[in-house]
């Protein structure tokens, strides 16, 4: 079987390593436009128990990637000069850079590497293969110009965001929320190396015209940015990797594959970064399209139609939490006018997927703090 996989993010690697993993005779070429050494963006957050969902079937990647990562318990919000800390989630994280080279190692012990500096830029290129796999991200080349085919819709967010990084450590994950004469902001940072943190600036489309963010270019940005926050960063200055501001696409496809052509990762949908799910997600549509292409070796039609039918409904659990998610980040400014106790109970609750109880369990010290707030609020 001849298989073209294009794109060697997180998705596409994956992907390419368990399938020379589980046929060493199979003919893959992973091609990439990138160099090995360029990506966007810092680190990425796993929620929950990180990558203990690859320790089943990979031990071998499962503690490769997890003796890298930074590891933490709680989650805290700064509002109003208050820091309220919700104990017991569990984050880790690690440096996307990172995160692919170890990826790209895992590929390298069966035996291949992508193509790098390879950018597909025409439709002929994808001919000759018995599967072509879009693992190309949020603008993939897989499904351009055949959006009507695999039904795909592309809706962008209102809030302007800009990732950048910072030497400035933080021990937990924190949402930042500031209010300044023009408008207000969010910071979403945490560290994902010893010495480096990812800082995301979110702020609604109002603000982001008062800013005057339209006519500035990169450097001008960051300082701004710098200015904002400069209480939280402490003196240590924001780092920049193309951090334009861009508006968050929420990508989805009514079909995951077109005859022989499939679409995993960021291509096929995007989950708001609110949520720390869209690599995790990458990495799981790998797992299944290998395992269906395992199951069923005599038809590539049998094996795609197993993959969308195994992993469609985990993924629309998600994609609801993930757009509840980015809906409250959509107003977060009206949420602001709740005082620091509140603001962070209606917070932990807004994908839909956390209940009171199961809070009361996970984060006991951060309910009881509530309660007693409370209480004291009713005296
Ligand atoms: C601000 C922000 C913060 C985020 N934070 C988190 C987080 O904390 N946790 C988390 O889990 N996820 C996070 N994500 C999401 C995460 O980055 C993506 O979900 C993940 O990278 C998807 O992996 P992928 O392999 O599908 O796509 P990508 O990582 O986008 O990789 C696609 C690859 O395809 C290559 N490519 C594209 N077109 C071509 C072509 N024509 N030819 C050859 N190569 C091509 C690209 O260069 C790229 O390397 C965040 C996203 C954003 C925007």
Request: net charge neutral.
């Amino acid at each position: 079987m001849k298989v073209l996989i294009v794109g060697a993010g997180p998705a596409g690697l994956y992907l390419a390593y368990l399938l020379k993993r589980q046929d060493p005779a199979l003919h893959l070429r992973v091609v990439e436009q990138n160099p090995p050494e360029a990506t966007f963006g810092f680190g990425v957050v796993f929620s929950e128990r990180a990558l203990e969902f690859l320790r089943g079937d990979d031990p071998q990647t499962c503690n490769l990637v997890s003796s890298a990562m930074e590891q933490w318990s709680d989650l805290a919000l700064n509002h109003r000069g208050t820091r309220i800390v919700i104990d017991g989630i569990g984050f880790a994280a690690i440096g996307r850079l990172k995160l692919l080279q170890l990826l790209r190692q895992r590929l390298a012990s069966v035996g291949e590497s992508p193509d790098h500096r390879c950018a597909i830029t025409q439709r002929s290129e994808l001919d000759g293969y018995d599967l072509v796999v879009g693992a190309d991200g949020v603008n993939s080349f897989v499904r351009r110009g055949r959006e009507g085919k695999f039904g795909t819709s592309v809706e962008h967010l209102q809030n302007r965001f800009a990732w950048f990084g910072t030497t400035k450590r933080f021990e937990t994950l924190t949402q930042t929320f500031v209010e300044t004469g023009e408008g207000t902001f969010n910071a979403h940072h945490y560290r994902y190396a010893p010495g480096m943190s990812t800082f995301i600036v979110e702020c609604d489309p109002q603000t982001w015209e008062r800013a005057g963010f339209a006519g500035m270019d990169e450097a001008g940005t960051r300082a701004r940015c710098e200015q904002v926050f400069a209480a939280t960063l402490d003196g240590h200055p924001l780092v920049a990797n193309r951090s334009m501001w861009r508006q968050f696409p929420k990508v989805r496809n009514e079909r995951w594959f077109v005859g022989s052509h499939v679409l995993i990762g960021d291509a096929l949908r995007t989950a708001h970064f609110s949520i720390g799910s869209g690599t995790r997600l990458a990495l799981e549509d790998a797992i299944a399209l290998a395992k269906a292409l395992r199951e069923h070796p005599e038809s590539i039609a049998d094996a795609l139609g197993a993959f969308e039918a195994a992993r469609r409904p985990i993924v629309e659990k998600l994609v609801a939490a993930a757009n509840a998610s980015a809906d409250w980040y959509e107003h977060f400014a009206a949420h602001m006018w709740l005082e620091p106790w509140e603001l962070a109970w209606q917070y932990i609750q807004r994908s839909g997927r956390v209940d009171v109880e199961r809070l009361r369990r996970v984060s006991p010290a951060f309910v009881a703090g509530y309660e007693a707030h409370r209480a004291a609020s009713a005296r």
